[in-house]
């Protein structure tokens, strides 16, 4: 389990992340979303112990994860697929990996073969393409079996073929009990894979619930209604509290859930023809929800450490 308190982090006039709470449990995968700038990369690196909180902490299972040197057994992460030497093997990278962390070598192969590059594996990472290092970062997270995950915007770079592969991947390791946090700008990303969100703007929590519960805070939803006695059916809504729009084909209905509504019908004797809840997006409620928190600021502020 990830638990994240009050976290704060200031780069000189900047404040990257501003008392940010959530909890990320085991057994789901947890998307992190943000638009970009939101403080998630910065996020991430204070709960690896990478950078240190202004305010706050940030706890794996309890502990604080810089403190304790505890390793890939515990947690494996995946930060900059970039950040490796390009002159080794992948094979030697995993193997040098493995033997600083006191993981056997036999789990190298293992790891190769499930990230999918086992017949590449004798290649030197310098000609891999982004997609490529982005599945050695994974096999390297992978290496010591952990039972937390934390991956920063693993999708990148990943052909449609990669991004099922990951999405099924994430999938399998958080029914295998682990907790696995993934962060991500892109909505459509996590959509098909993650379960619950921790969702982020300009350092602050904007929502922390399941991908479902986010859908429903976006648009209104609404409920699309035909019937053959639309109008009498619509004047029995209206009169009980709902707000009806008569369309061409349909009636859209909003404030009253489908199921009041085929009660009304039934009721009020109005055969029913359709009767569909209509979803909001998940891009639409993100996009909504995070408008006043995209940052365009293109050139450096000043005051700005580097990492
Ligand atoms: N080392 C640093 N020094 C100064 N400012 C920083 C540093 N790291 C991050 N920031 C600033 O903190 C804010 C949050 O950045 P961060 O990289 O955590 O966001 P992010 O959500 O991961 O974005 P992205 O999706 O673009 O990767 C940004 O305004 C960024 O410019």
Request: aromatic share 4%; proline share 3%; net charge negative.
């Amino acid at each position: 389990m990830i638990e994240v308190r009050e976290l704060s982090k200031r780069y000189g006039t900047t404040t990257a992340v501003r008392a940010l709470s959530f909890t990320v449990r085991p057994g789901h995968v947890t998307g992190f979303l943000g638009p970009n700038g939101a403080g998630k990369t910065t996020t991430l690196r204070m709960l690896l112990g990478l950078n240190t909180p202004t305010a706050g902490t940030a706890t794996i299972d309890g502990r604080d994860f810089g403190a304790v040197d505890r390793g890939l057994r515990h947690v494996g992460a995946l930060l900059d697929a970039q950040d490796v030497h390009g002159g080794r093997t992948a094979r030697a990278h995993l193997s040098a990996v493995a033997a600083s962390n006191g993981i056997p070598r036999g789990r190298v192969r293992d790891v190769l073969d499930e990230v999918g590059l086992a017949d590449v594996a004798g290649r030197r990472i310098g000609g891999f393409s982004l997609g490529m290092k982005q599945r050695l970062g994974i096999a390297g997270a992978l290496l010591g079996d952990p039972p937390v995950l934390i991956f920063d915007e693993p999708l990148n770079g990943l052909d449609p073929e990669g991004v099922q592969w990951l999405r099924a991947l994430l999938r399998r390791l958080a029914a295998e009990g682990r907790t696995v946090f993934v962060s991500s700008h892109q909505m459509s990303e996590m959509e098909l894979c993650a379960e619950q969100l921790i969702v982020i703007g300009r350092g602050e929590l904007i929502a922390a619930e399941s991908l479902t519960e986010f859908a429903a805070r976006g648009t209104r939803q609404g409920v699309r209604v035909r019937a053959r006695a639309a109008e009498r059916l619509a004047r029995a809504l209206r009169a009980e509290g709902a707000e009806v729009l008569s369309g061409e084909e349909a009636l859209t209905v909003t404030g009253m859930d489908a199921e009041r509504i085929g009660d009304l019908a039934l009721l009020y004797e109005v055969a029913l023809a359709e009767l569909t809840p209509l979803t909001a997006s998940l891009e639409q409620a993100f996009m909504e929800l995070t408008a006043d928190s995209v940052d365009y600021a293109t050139t450096p502020r000043t005051g700005e450490e580097t990492r």
